[in-house]
């Protein structure tokens, strides 16, 4: 009896000690701080990896109960490719008071949240909001499905029939690069002034 209630318990135990295990889930779905992050979160990816970046508000109930959901979810395509010449997605999420705020996302068509997209060399392939928590999951999973199916030709014929789509975000994010060259120059030029007399 002793022995079967020790087996019982080992995976709580299990369970806590995984659940303590901060910066390794931290790795797992990286928190962009800001607009340079995630600038740098969708720059620095190798070619045709998929980048998914969940938008979120600290406000929103719904938004926090996908938190753990999204970690599941990552944790699944982590495992799923240990032994697949696929190249493993990133995941993040992005606070929208962070780098400058609604209007900032609302340029790239986050309208709402929890609101999903996901990049691929640079490029916006998939953005949909996701809707109550229960439904977070199916179409998570589902479109990263879909992403990972398409072939190269497939890829390709997507590029060509949603360009137009694929053009907006594209300047938005242009458009937010050179705002932090803008940002960059203007601390600079402040820097260089400081103590100098008009």
Known sequence: ??????????????????????????????????????????????????????????????????????????????????????????????????AGGAPVFKSLGVNRTPFVQIYRNGMCVASFATGPSHNFATKVEGTIQMCKDRTQREWEHFETEFIEQIRETRKAVDALRCAGEGDALVAAANHNNVGVSP
């Open 1 to 98: 009896q002793q022995q079967q209630q020790q087996q019982q318990q080992q995976p709580v135990v299990v369970a806590q000690e995984e659940e303590h295990q901060l910066p390794q889930q931290q790795q797992l779905v990286q928190e962009l701080l800001s607009r340079d992050d995630f600038l740098s979160y969708i720059d620095d990816a190798p070619s045709n990896q998929l980048c998914l970046v969940k938008y979120h508000a600290n406000y929103c109930k719904v938004c926090q109960r996908t938190k753990m959901v999204l970690r599941r979810i990552a944790t699944q395509e982590r495992n799923n490719n240990n032994n697949n010449n696929f190249t493993p997605l990133k995941f993040a999420t992005f606070e929208i008071s962070a």
